[in-house]
């Protein structure tokens, strides 16, 4: 209920946009937006939905996808993609589509691909709905129709017919046919199944906030048990770039660590960089150049100032869309309004920085005034703290003087109301000794009069010449000859001013939706700012460097590298260094006692060479990486162990094949402990089977890392001779009984596995290590293994000894031998005694 005596006049908010375009400017000092209220902004794109479709062709791909987190459609230009449809899988991997469309009249191989997709039960997060549309959907005219004339938030309504095209044909390549047939079927798509706007009016929409393009060309080729086993993802979900759920916690990774974003845009980014390493060398050297900027000492302070401004940068996708649908709250308007004045503010900085660098150049020139007439437009209208206390949109005075004036006689309604009440308490009852005349937004003006005592049956409400209207927290209503005067006078001030505001937001957010495309650019940019950003900040405090690229050579070049995780772990981590390339040592087989840092140092060659490929610095004194295409790894892992498969048939279907079908000169292969799924000799066989394997191919052999506990395959020569091969050790030193690590990479082959130390650090009985220790030097000479004696007690030895007395004189010829008396009354109690 509002009475209108608690309707406060609000002042005039602080320093309009214009003061942003001098120095660095904190944000905007707009009322700050209740934290839930930001949070709620953030939380909502957890329900991000993507539905993609896809059309192949003759060795050809098209494929658009709609992102409702963003309202935008991804699409990337027809690529190459063969018969197995790998870039295909990979689109999939990567952003888990809810839904896959596609033409009903399909080639054979796309169909079998599909029907593959559908039947994968225990495909993370989950299946994809996969929906046949009829093939007309996808004709090339008609896309081509649909996409021009759909109705496009971020183009103006002032744009002719012919603008439209032009400026639509500068962003989706209508030379690309399947690309376009892909578009046009997801646009029929959207529109059938209202995706977004399902329970709208059916005038309303999907709304369409811009069209992006993304490719893979450049893409290195990384699989999900490699994202696990390096521990460059590590949460239970899985690592999509869309489906990222705010709650979830990531645990010690690679992108935990780097991940220090201000905005979710650019954690949503980084994990984008993260899904689609590159050796695209100009992407990879502007991100390395803002990064390098950055660790300047005397940039430490801007970059700290930028990050703070990032803070502010929020989901405008979201409050765009909601704009779209009419559906902006109050905190939409603080929330976009802090934005645009941060990003003036990202653009005043970014200006008075080298412009010789891409990404600075970009904010300063594309940041354009548009941004400036949004926050003066908002500055200018929106009453925010009117608006908050009123929980609806209001707006500042001056803006429309008969709003103004209307509100003007609300303002002066209190005293005149007390006047009324006055007036009418003459004309009661004497016993009502107070009545107030309030008004109610739709009810319109009513007397309140408090309940007596002896008021208690419905009958006893009713008053002379007043109407009764309803009870409420022990008041009771009414209609009187005045107040309905009043609702004639007066009544509809309040809705009517409710209205014409309501008119104003209207207005307001088509300018600002007309201007959606720069607020699309601002998200872009300050999202790869905030994870360079980040990325220089991980870079700092851990003393990473920068990488070198030579796609001229193959292979990778460390000098003392360190794994990123381990090292934090570690009380002193050794680094290594790593020289592969050539054609020598294409093969590296490192062995080792158990827990040298064999692993460690496999898996800190694959992180390193992925952190290069990402566009991040690494943690190296030096690393210059070469052609590289693609990181495979068969490495033992507890994921892979939950998707119910035997560690050996891991080892077999899963990883290695991979790496044997796909790994080319250029990739690199990690193997630890491969073949120990099975028995010793068939696991050594099989290792040596598959490294021999890529040895025969000579100078095509893959970069590969072997790290194994095996080594008969060296004792036993299992691997050909020659400079394709080099073995390497973790060095050691016996000191006494005692084992001691030094975890330096040196070349050689390991003289034993020292298991024995190992279990005795693990923290066995010493009785049990020695024994243990026993049997495998009996084994290795071939000599017999004898039970441990004084493990038996002496009468245990002694009956032993009886019971096969017994045994040796059983005569079976005898005819009065009886078994069942031998077994139960001579063998029986011997065997019980010793038990
Ligand atoms: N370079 C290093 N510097 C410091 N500590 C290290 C280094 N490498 C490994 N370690 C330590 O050694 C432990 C064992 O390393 P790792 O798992 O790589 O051994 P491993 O040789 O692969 O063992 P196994 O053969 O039993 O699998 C690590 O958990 C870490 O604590």
């Keep these: 209920m509002a009475s209108l005596g608690a309707n406060p006049r609000r002042t005039p908010q602080g320093p309009g946009p214009g003061a942003a375009s001098s120095g660095f400017p904190s944000p905007a000092p707009v009322p700050g937006p209740k934290e839930a209220e930001e949070e709620e902004v953030e939380e909502e794109e957890e329900l991000a939905e993507i539905h993609l479709c896809v059309l192949w062709n003759s060795g050809y791909l098209g494929i658009a996808y709609y992102d409702t987190s963003d309202s935008t459609i991804h699409f990337m230009p027809d690529a190459p993609d063969q018969e197995s449809l790998k870039l295909l899988q990979r689109v999939l991997d990567e952003i888990n589509p809810q839904s896959v469309v596609t033409s009903a009249k399909q080639d054979e191989n796309m169909t079998r691909f599909l029907g593959k997709l559908a039947s994968q039960e225990h495909r993370e997060p989950k299946r994809p709905e996969i929906i046949f549309l009829p093939s007309v959907d996808f004709g090339l005219e008609i896309s081509k129709q649909r996409l021009l004339s759909g109705n496009y938030s971020f183009i103006p309504d002032a744009m002719t017919a012919t603008e439209k095209i032009l400026f639509l044909s500068s962003i989706i390549p ?26 709208e009016d059916y005038n309303v929409s999907v709304p369409i906030l811009g069209f ?32 990222v759920a705010s709650g979830l916690k990531e645990g010690l990774s690679l ?3 780097l991940n220090r974003c201000r905005c979710k845009w650019g954690e949503k980014l980084l994990r984008l960089w993260f899904t689609r390493p590159t050796h695209d060398l100009g992407e990879l050297s502007s991100r390395l150049d803002v990064i390098q900027f950055f660790l300047l000492p005397q940039n430490l302070d801007m970059a700290q100032m930028l990050h703070r401004l990032l803070g502010h940068i929020k989901n405008v996708p979201l409050i765009l869309k909601r704009m779209k649908l009419s559906h902006t709250k109050v905190s939409d308007w603080q929330v976009l309004y802090k934005t645009v004045y941060s990003a003036l503010g ?20 594309e940041f354009s005034d548009d941004l400036h007439h949004i926050a003066s437009l908002i500055g200018k209208v929106v009453d925010f703290e009117g ?3 009123e929980n609806r949109f209001t707006v500042l005075p001056n803006i429309d003087p008969e709003i103004d004036e209307k509100k003007r006689r609300l303002m002066g309604l209190p005293n005149f109301l007390t006047e009324v009440a006055r007036k009418e308490l003459e004309n009661l009852d004497s016993r009502i000794p107070s009545c107030s005349v309030i008004y109610i937004p739709l009810i319109g003006f009513l007397l309140s009069i408090p309940r007596l005592p002896s008021m208690v049956e419905a009958s006893d409400f009713e008053i002379n010449g007043l109407d009764f209207m309803f009870l409420s927290e022990e008041k009771l209503h009414y209609r009187s000859a005045r107040t ?105 087989v490192i062995t080792g006692p158990n827990s040298s840092g064999k692993s460690i140092y496999l898996k800190q060659v694959g992180l390193i060479t992925f952190m290069a490929l990402v566009g991040s610095f690494v943690p190296a004194e030096e690393a210059e990486i070469g052609a590289v295409d693609a990181i495979f790894t068969r490495i033992h892992s507890c994921e892979s162990i939950s998707l119910g498969l035997s560690t050996f048939m891991i080892d077999l279907n899963q990883q290695v094949a991979k790496a044997v079908n796909n790994a080319t000169a250029q990739s690199l292969v990690l193997i630890d402990e491969f073949g120990k799924g099975t028995n010793t000799v068939d696991g050594l066989a099989l290792l040596a089977a598959v490294l021999r394997h890529w040895l025969a191919r000579g100078p095509t052999c893959p970069h590969i890392f072997v790290a194994t506990n095996f080594l008969s395959l060296v004792q036993l020569q299992l691997l050909p001779q020659g400079p394709l091969v080099q073995y390497l050790t973790m060095e050691t030193c016996e000191d006494g009984n005692d084992l001691v ?44 293994i004898k039970p441990v004696k004084d493990l038996l007690k002496k009468n245990q030895m002694e009956n032993c000894q009886t019971l096969v007395d017994k045994f040796m004189k059983l005569d079976l010829e005898d005819p009065n031998l009886d078994l069942n008396v031998f077994m139960s009354q001579e063998v029986l109690p011997a065997a019980t005694s010793i038990l």
């Design 346 to 365: 990202l653009r005043d900085a970014c200006r008075s920085l080298p412009q010789s660098i891409q990404l600075f150049r970009d904010i300063a020139q």
């Design 174 to 199: 209508f030379d690309c046919l399947l690309t376009v047939r892909a578009l046009g079927g997801l646009l029929k798509f959207l529109g059938r199944r209202r995706i977004g706007v399902e329970l």
């Design 387 to 389: 608006s908050l206390a």
């Design 212 to 243: 992006k393009k993304f490719m893979l060309t450049h893409l290195v080729n990384i699989d999900q048990d490699t994202y696990s086993v390096l521990q460059i993802f590590k949460s239970e979900s899985h690592p999509s770039v869309y489906k």
């Design 484 to 588: 309905k005067e009043l609702d004639a006078l007066l009544g509809d001030l309040h809705c009517e001013i409710r209205d014409q505001e309501t008119l104003l937001m209207y207005q307001l957010q088509c300018q600002v939706l007309a201007r959606a495309a720069v607020l699309t650019r601002v998200l872009d940019l300050a999202s790869r700012l905030d994870v360079l950003l980040a990325l220089a900040s991980a870079a700092r405090d851990y003393g990473y460097s920068r990488p070198r690229y030579s796609p001229q050579v193959l292979g990778v070049r460390i000098q003392n590298g360190r794994h990123p995780l381990m090292e934090l772990c570690a009380r002193t981590f050794v680094p290594n260094s790593t020289e592969c390339g050539g054609d020598k040592g294409r093969v590296k």
């Design 741 to 784: 690590f030094f975890y330096q990479v040196c070349e050689g082959v390991a003289k034993a596995s020292h298991a024995s130390h190992t279990a005795a650090q693990a923290g066995l009985p010493d009785k049990l290590v020695a024994r243990g220790k026993e049997v495998s030097d009996l084994i290795r000479s071939g000599k017999p």
């Design 255 to 257: 992108f935990g660590v």
